[in-house]
């Protein structure tokens, strides 16, 4: 008789608990933040922030693309979606910040939800082109309408002496206070966007990124599914927008151009799309590194060609990114310290 | 009871299924043909992937072509395809849970995945990742699939498709023990013309999308007609 159990298999491959591997998320934030709040200069604590948040929306961008293979290329326009809105709600009604920022990371989620319409009949280049020029559609946008400063009317622009900065929350006004409460959100943002992935939603996911066929054959209402992972890609890069905003109080309509997104994109496959640690290591790539060149006082443009290159050696030798390599490295690890534990 | 009527698929000039009127009644019941036979496009009918332009189909007297390939699974339709689609980086567990989650209610689901997990024999491994698992055992994941809920109806595309003579035996046990244990009829495509005689009671022979064969197993194999279209003798 055939015993389909008699096959022996690597113990690396067992699946860990889904409470370990959602606890693991403010473990490593909890240490990352620690070291950089007793380490770092004032340079370098804002350019951590500003890696933080970004690292939610590669978090977004990676539930997109690791699991679902859609490649959206507007994801920094819904970062700048969140940021705006995060500025009009708070210099026009100055709720508490979380109130602020809630607004933004919802009208985002909605925002990327319109954005990902066209993805419940697209997929591949097309989606890619398509999302690329709706971030180049918002660039144009927020170059005319720039972001709110205090002024009234809908753009809430002011002129001159009227320029306000937005209000950090009142419980982290400082520098340090205001890291450590951007890493607070950054990690119940990736634990949110963990637990989908290991959880109903993930599973639907998976099938989906199997075939739209196989996935209808299992009940799965792949529209709906679809649709949660853009809304919810979208609240995460909304919720980046409004840390963002609340680090230096004000945005730059410059700072956000369609090749950002791009730009975004690449640095989440540099990083790995398909472990959470990912859009960590993405996010202090697109600010650590040119904040190295800067404090070296080297062009931080140069970092295009930079990218450019780990980009081409992620494509070529580590699809899984960075996270998928330190990933493969601790089962190793894992597999020979059990071996060693046996002996 | 499956009963097709009159049923008719045309893709541009062409009719894969051309004025099919059928009764499959066994428990499990076989579909043969030549390749380009219209197989696997009745099987896309039955799922609601393909939409006739013509006919009835019927599944214990429920009308199945008024319902969406969803309704139809969450009435009880379940399918395997001809290339094994199980999530490689989903355990064998989650790919259960993975139907489990839209067929079932929250508080039944892990009593019946429990249940298909002790099915297919697969307890040991539950913990396994579809990427580690070898050809057998994620066949017996996609059977393992289809018993999960209550099927009514499980369509099995070619699911001995590249195991052993031994592995196929096993899996040919675990599909006879489905009607008896869940009530459901099964219609099993596959070229194994001897898995289909251990299998099936009952077997409906395809041609040129038309009715070449259905009765008893023994007799529709022993038919000149079916001999010389689809077993190539002259």
Redesign the interface.
Known sequence: MVSPMTASFPATAAARTLSGQILAIPMTVAIFSGAIALFANSFWLSAATSAIALSLSVAGLAILYGQLGLVSLCQFALVGVGGWVTLRVGHAFHPPFEVSLLAGGIVAAVVGLAFGLPALRLRGLYLALVTLMLAGAFQIIISAWGFPDGGSGFLGRADGAGRAMLSRPSIAGEAIPYFLYVNVFAALGLMIAQWHKLARPGRAWALIRKGETVAISAGVPVLVYKAWAFALSGFLAGIAGALLAGNVGQLDGRAFTSFESLNLFALAVVGGVYNWYGALIAGLLLRAIPALLTDLGIDGYVTIGIFGLALFQALATAPSGVAGQISGLLNRLRAHLGKSGAE | MIAIENLIVQFGGVRPIDCLTAQLSAPVSGLIGPNGAGKTTLLNVL???VRPIEGKVAVKGQALLDLS??QR??AGL??S?QTE?V?E???VV?NL???A???LPNNERAESVSAALDF??????A???G??L?L??RR?VELG?CVVGTPKLILLDEPAAGL?N??S??LRELILRIPGEYGAQVLVIDHDVDLIRAMCTETLVLDYGRMLALGPTDEVLASPDVRRAYLGEF
């Open positions: 799922s609601g992937f390939p969803l699974v969450r379940r399918r395809f689609q999530v980086d989903l355990t989650g849970k993975a139907i989650d839209h067929v297919v024999r697969l307890r040991a491994v913990a396994t990742m990427s580690s070898n057998f055992q017996l699939k052993s031994e592995e035996g096993v």
